[in-house]
């Protein structure tokens, strides 16, 4: 509920009020002005002003819409103008630049995957550069106004100065990505955790749209998890992530990119997986496996044909996450999970285990009934990119960025 004249600077209350009334047109348009005033909790003067604004920079426009049980004349409505105006989100992934233009109701422009190999005479920083500068070329017949950029990428992450500290797969330390776009572009850069964005995304868009305390794990290139709690993501505006994916689970395990060993990641990541396949195939010879190139894909259809290694192999995962997720249970009293990878292929080998840990290992009150599903998106896209940006509409931080040209 936002309180009018409450203590507070003055910009900041006119921040969290314009980005309230730009997500409730979103959510609920063509919605009246008085219809309007009574969910935003504002005075009726208050919302004439804000929506004026909007109206003028061609963020909301007006609309005839017939409202509901009416038969008379049609009554003038809100809605968002989101065609004219675009916005980059990308993501960095295991040997991938996934970029693409948006408009903001996030509907996909344009996409281009290019190649992003780990080793490479130029550095890290200069490659996303060039790539984008040749991206904004590639598509500038398509291109409008241009609002900001958001890029999501595995790792550690300071994101309120958009420094990346360390990365998986990529031997990079410190690098002024967001820094370095903005000076470039004159943009607002988002930079976040891929996972806590993808978490944002399921919960603006996806699979926990509508509840408040979810768990989502992701079991990927790179393994982690993002919390709702009370409706709002837990560090989704930090630097900080749930880093179950460094929690340690072996001690005399293989070395992390984060300096200690056995780390979950070491052991459930899918660069991971595949190894164990390989090195379990050298003994077991009746596999269905043998003979085929060693791929998510085909491991998952190996379980789903009761292939005794691959159900072997994707129950073991769901060991070691299950057990980190019971604690997390314990912790966080969801009302749902949500499982996020191309494992979820064989989910039913995956998800039975997972859950079968969970109400094994964590208090029968919270876990006898968490709904576990799958994620509506995969993490291989720039949807989670574009919930940053949804996110800072809604927020008003970017919102007011606009309203001032």
Known sequence: MIVEGQPGHIDQIKQINAGTVYRLIDQFGPISRIELSKKAQLAPASITKIVRELVQAHLVQETEYQEPGSRGRPAI???LDTQAWH????????????????????????????????????PFLDRIIAHID????????????LTAMAITLPGMIDTAKGVIQKMPFYPVESVPLGPALAARSGLPVFIQHDIAAWTKAESLYGASRGFRNVIQVVIDDNVGAGVITGGQVLHGNSSSVVEIGHTQVDPY????????????ETLASIDNI???????????????LNGLPITVENLCDAANRGDALAKDIIVGVGQNVGRILAIMVNLFNPEKILIGSPLNQAQSVLHPTIMSCIQQQSLPAYSENIQLESTQFSNHGTMPGAALVKDALYNGSLLVKLLQG
């Open 253 to 264: 395990g293989k070395r992390c990119y984060c300096g200690n060993h056995g780390c979950l």
């Open 87 to 122: 916005y980059l989100s990308a993501r960095v992934s295991l040997g991938t630049l996934t970029l693409s233009l948006r408009d903001l109701s996030s509907k996909l422009v344009a996409e281009d995957i290019l190649p992003l190999v780990a080793e490479d005479a130029v």
């Open 274 to 288: 595949l190894e164990l396949v390989r090195q379990r195939l050298e003994v077991t010879p009746n596999s269905l």
């Open 134 to 145: 040749q991206f904004f070329i590639h598509h500038q017949s398509k291109l409008e106004r």
């Open 77 to 79: 409505g809100l809605i």
